[in-house]
Structures are given as structure tokens and as C-alpha cells.
T-cell receptor, first 109, second 114 residues
């Protein structure tokens, strides 16, 4: 079993829709949870992070964390074609990020 | 404020040669991390510096890899001798002091060993 599991996709949504990206992790000692966006051939770009159970909103993005279920998700509202990228979930323990393989998101105009 | 920079952006070397990658973190960031992505795999942690000290090097694949951070500023990652399986993209990231802060990634160095 991988430490971090994400659906590889591609996840295709129409422009303006909500995109829902999911992630499960195995290390219960994970302290914080990060979402990165990676365009093809580029480096990971931090979108947002969450530490506590519940929801955290930042603009069009909402991260949700459920430590009991070892589940973290990212919602993107009003999806735009420019959101098309691979989204990486990365739990952290002691500063070390453990990445999933990422979910490819495609937003169709 | 300048972001994390890495040099070179690309490197092509032959098996058995030596390559040194460099990373300059964001100014004031005590934490410096190295990660690697090999083809088709997820990004993997290599090691973590706090200032000039190695905090965690559990991800270093073998003793052909040597990382240094002299003076707690920039860091180098040397691969000697390089093997075919070392090919991939090497990312450096930095963060503020503490372990809960967000990490900012550099553009990466694409290493190809032929």
C-alpha cells in the first residue's frame, strides 16, 4: 500500500464547475497537509495547507481534513481552464513531505 | 523576494561521471529540502537540512549521493559516480524555521545519465 493514494485521473470537469480531488494517507503521525499544483514540466506550486480537522477556505479553493478517516480533499470552485494541471497531495511529518502520484485535472472550456 | 533557485536547469552526463547540483533557498529560510522525481514515479524526499545540519537524510538512496550545506546558505547535491537510475528531476525546497511551514520549490534540475 502506498503512503499517499490519489486517483491518477484524468478528472475532467467543465469550466465553472466544482472539481473535487481526494487523497488518503497511511501515516497517522502526519501533522500538516499540503496541496500543490504542478503544470507539465514545471515545479510544484503551493496552493494551500491545512492542519486541523474541518474545512479551510482560500479564495476558490477549500481544503478538507478528516484525520480519523485519514482523508484530505481539495475542492476547486468555478474551475477555469488555467486550473488544468496535476494536483499533488502531500502530508508532512517533521517537515518531510510525502507525495502522492497526483491527480490530473482537465477543465474544459 | 527571490524564490528558490537551482543550477543547472539541465544536465546530461555519462554513466560513471560526477555531477553537482546547486540550490539557493529563499533568504532567511533555515530549512532546505532535496526531493527527486524519477520517470513515472511520485516525488520522493531525499534529505532535510536545518541551517548547516542534516536533520533527516533517510531518503538518500545510497552513498553515491552527498549533500552539503556549508554555512547554512546554499546547498549542493553531488552524485558520484552517476548511474542510469539516477536520471530524473531533482527539486530543492525551502521553508521558514520550524517544521510546520509551507515549502517553496525551486524549478528543478533535470538530470539525464546516459
Amino acid at each position: 500500500q502506498k503512503e499517499v493514494e490519489q486517483n491518477s485521473g484524468p478528472l475532467s470537469v467543465p469550466e465553472g464547475a466544482i472539481a473535487s480531488l481526494n487523497c488518503t494517507y497511511s501515516d497517522r503521525g502526519s501533522q500538516s497537509f499540503f496541496w500543490y499544483r504542478q503544470y507539465s514540466g514545471k515545479s510544484p506550486e503551493l496552493i494551500m495547507f491545512i492542519y486541523s480537522n474541518g474545512d479551510k477556505e482560500d479564495g476558490r479553493f477549500t481544503a478538507q481534513l478528516n484525520k480519523a478517516s485519514q482523508y484530505v480533499s481539495l475542492l476547486i470552485r468555478d474551475s477555469q481552464p488555467s486550473d488544468s494541471a496535476t494536483y499533488l497531495c502531500a502530508p508532512s511529518r517533521g517537515g518531510k513531505l510525502i507525495f502522492g502520484q497526483g491527480t490530473e485535472l482537465s477543465v474544459k472550456p | 523576494e527571490a524564490g528558490v533557485t537551482q543550477f543547472p536547469s539541465h544536465s546530461v552526463i555519462e554513466k560513471g561521471q560526477t555531477v553537482t547540483l546547486r540550490c539557493d533557498p529563499i533568504s532567511g529560510h533555515d530549512n532546505l529540502y532535496w526531493y527527486r522525481r524519477v520517470m513515472g514515479k511520485e516525488i520522493k524526499f531525499l534529505l532535510h537540512f536545518v541551517k548547516e545540519s542534516k536533520q533527516d537524510e533517510s531518503g538518500m538512496p545510497n552513498n553515491r549521493f552527498l549533500a552539503e550545506r556549508t554555512g547554512g546558505t546554499y546547498s549542493t547535491l553531488k552524485v558520484q559516480p552517476a548511474e542510469l537510475e539516477d536520471s530524473g528531476v531533482y527539486f530543492c525546497a525551502s521553508s521558514q524555521p520550524g517544521t510546520s511551514y509551507e515549502q517553496y520549490f525551486g524549478p528543478g534540475t533535470r538530470l539525464t545519465v546516459t
